[in-house]
């Protein structure tokens, strides 16, 4: 008995060193967040500066009231960019910059499918997919040693980082979140709820404005389509609406 209340009230007891300790690592995962997010631009910038501008104003409108509507807070800087690069692909930074390849719109993407692509996106960031994954990939105790003994603080930690977030696919579950929340995320935005499902189809058929079938765009090998994924994005848009 006397053990029962022992544990009892240590459970019910405050917890100051549990909500330091979250606190902690919630102050650790923004400052990773941002220096992920710089160190990729830094080097994004070094190789495709030159071609890289501001998206259309009809893009950045689009992404502003997406995001908006996904209320990531203050440590959230949303950005949307395109850049003239022929293979159709995205970027999003962990901390909220959206990089569109123009050749994802030379795939005939509508203004709705473009909003469901960037929706899939930032439900990604909602949901810190790409970091939960270097987390998981990454001890921290062992990160946190290995970057002292070999890296120390300089901008090689940063890069050895951000290459980790690079080469990070997607797992399905991960993708079902993502598009289960993004199609949440259009109805909230009073946007196209079937346009993630129309934009998958596109992607899924590689088929281009011209109606030719063209190569796997580079943005599959992360993001891959699938009739099950399409059927389960239709049922999500039937039950948000």
């Known amino acids: 008995m006397r053990g029962f209340l022992l544990v009892a009230v240590l459970f019910l007891a405050p917890r100051p060193e549990a909500e330091a300790a979250r606190e902690g690592q919630e102050a650790a995962l923004k400052n990773l967040r941002y220096n992920l997010h710089s ?15 501001p998206a259309p104003g009809w893009i950045r409108h689009i992404g502003a009231v997406l995001g908006r509507n996904a209320r990531l807070g203050a440590g959230y800087n949303f950005n949307f960019y395109l850049v003239d690069l ?3 692909n995205a970027t999003a930074t962990p901390h909220g910059t959206i990089i569109l390849h123009q050749g994802m719109l030379d795939l005939g993407l509508t203004q709705e499918e473009v909003g469901a692509l960037m929706a899939h996106e930032i439900a990604h960031l ?21 970057q002292a003994r070999r890296y120390g603080q300089g901008s090689a930690q940063m890069a050895y980082l951000t290459q980790q977030v ?16 993004g199609v949440a995320l259009l109805k909230k935005a009073g946007m196209d709820t079937e346009a993630m499902a129309r934009l998958l189809e596109k992607l899924n058929g590689f088929i281009a404005a011209d109606g030719q079938v063209k190569q796997p ?22 039950r948000v609406e």
């Open 39 to 53: 160190a990729f631009l830094r080097s994004y910038l070094h190789e495709h500066g030159k071609k890289l501008s």
């Open 86 to 88: 022929p293979d159709a």
């Open 126 to 146: 909602m949901r810190d997919h790409a970091i939960q994954r270097l987390v998981r990939n990454i001890q921290a105790a062992r990160l946190a040693s290995y």
């Open 166 to 181: 690079q080469n990070l696919k997607f797992n399905r579950e991960e993708e079902h979140e993502a598009d289960e929340i």
């Open 217 to 238: 765009p580079p943005y599959l090998s992360s993001h891959p389509p699938t009739e099950e994924r399409i059927a389960r994005v239709r049922e999500t848009a039937g």
